[in-house]
């Protein structure tokens, strides 16, 4: 393999598991200030694992497509894309600053502006529709009975987790009276 893939790292119109959705058009900005060059490839959103390069990031209908290249100089790259090969992974997940959003019905947050930093591979996306759909030539796609098990996780993540508030509303816990302060 030479390290090329394709997906979507970002779905329009469609809730993560953090209760955002990302309104049509919310990277156009970002992406032409930015460009591909200025949107980092990372591992896990560890920017000290940066694991390649974006060759195209575009809005369509369904959301953000990327097409990519692992630069396999790198050890990590070399695993990630052994990992690819297999099926083993497939997510992808966005990196960014919010410019503008509103609440959404149901207590959504609709992401109407994003400055977008990077995108990640990893293992479990918030936002499960985001997967690399294609790797080396892009008529290769994801095997279909991998799917089930990537839902039945991301259906088990969201039974088990805390609902999420947003960072502004979240209760700040008071310090216990038992709480000894050591200097």
Same mark, same amino acid.
């Given at each position: 393999? %030479? !390290?090329?893939? *394709?997906?979507?790292?970002?779905?329009?119109?469609?809730? %993560?598991?953090?209760?955002? $959705? $990302? #309104?049509? !058009? @919310?990277?156009?900005?970002?992406?032409?200030?930015? !460009?591909?060059?200025? +949107?980092?490839?990372?591992?896990?959103?560890?920017?000290?694992?940066?694991?390649?390069?974006?060759?195209?990031?575009?809005? %369509?209908? &369904?959301?953000?497509? +990327?097409a990519g290249q692992l630069n396999l100089a790198v050890q990590r790259a070399r695993e990630l894309d052994a990992?690819?090969? =297999? !099926?083993?992974?497939?997510?992808?997940?966005?990196?960014?600053? *919010? $410019?503008?959003?509103?609440? %959404?019905?149901?207590?959504?947050?609709?992401?109407?502006?994003?400055?977008?930093?990077?995108?990640?591979? +990893?293992?479990?996306?918030?936002?499960?529709?985001? &997967?690399?759909?294609?790797?080396?030539?892009?008529? =290769?796609?994801?095997?279909?009975?991998?799917?089930?098990? #990537?839902?039945?996780?991301?259906?088990? @993540?969201?039974? $088990?987790?805390?609902?999420?508030?947003?960072?502004?509303?979240?209760?700040?816990? @008071?310090p216990s009276p038992r709480a000894k302060r050591f200097a």
């Amino acid at each position: 393999m %030479d !390290g090329h893939f *394709t997906g979507y790292a970002s779905l329009f119109g469609v809730p %993560d598991l953090g209760r955002d $959705v $990302v #309104a049509p !058009g @919310a990277f156009a900005a970002s992406l032409r200030a930015r !460009g591909n060059s200025g +949107v980092r490839m990372l591992w896990q959103h560890d920017p000290a694992e940066p694991v390649g390069r974006w060759l195209s990031l575009t809005e %369509d209908a &369904r959301g953000l497509r +990327v097409a990519g290249q692992l630069n396999l100089a790198v050890q990590r790259a070399r695993e990630l894309d052994a990992l690819l090969r =297999e !099926g083993a992974l497939d997510g992808l997940s966005i990196g960014f600053r *919010t $410019v503008r959003a509103s609440p %959404d019905r149901g207590g959504l947050r609709r992401l109407h502006s994003l400055d977008l930093w990077e995108i990640s591979l +990893v293992t479990f996306p918030l936002q499960p529709g985001a &997967r690399i759909a294609a790797k080396s030539a892009p008529s =290769e796609s994801l095997p279909s009975e991998s799917l089930p098990l #990537a839902q039945a996780l991301h259906a088990f @993540a969201r039974r $088990v987790a805390p609902p999420r508030a947003h960072p502004s509303t979240r209760p700040v816990a @008071a310090p216990s009276p038992r709480a000894k302060r050591f200097a």
